[in-house]
């Protein structure tokens, strides 16, 4: 999206990334999760958790998309780390994209495209030469997104469980060297 902020997310933006998180939830996965699981979702305790990761050193690195209506309001965020597993390689060859969360309203605008590939790019600038994400099998419109954008499926799956019911999980992955 042209002119499109798109910076570093600072401990300030903790609330702000927690609503984003738990609104896009809540519209995103109401087909694939109980609505009482996702009504329960709590901003405030997502805050928590997300000023811990924002202030711990070994965090994500995290990026935000400002809003257009309101100056500094955060629409989307993205996060990703070394992949499980390779945090202590040096230097770790495949990065995790861990969330990319925009909030419904900002849908459809291009978002979303611009921080996957804000993301990419700073992935590439930290020295990963790969990229891997996890996305529910049955979460159609993440597929397709991440799909356009040149990430394939790799055959691994697990299944987790989230809100007491279990899902499959695919993985996918993009080579970024």
Known sequence: MPGMPIRHALPSDAAAIAAVHVRSWQAA???LLPAPYLDAL???ERAVAWRERLTDPAGPVVLVAEGAAEAGAVDAFVAFRAWR?????EPSATAELSALYAAPEAWGRGV??????AAV????ATGFREAGLWV???NARARAFYQAA????DGEAVVEETGGRE???LRYRLSIS
């Open 85 to 89: 597993g390779e945090e202590a390689a």
């Open 42 to 44: 709590d901003p405030a």
């Open 112 to 117: 979303g495209r611009a921080l996957l590939a």
């Open 136 to 138: 529910f099998e049955d």
């Open 167 to 169: 899902l499959r999980e």
């Open 121 to 124: 790019a700073a992935m590439r």
């Open 150 to 153: 040149g990430w394939s499926p």
């Open 29 to 31: 996965y109401r087909d």
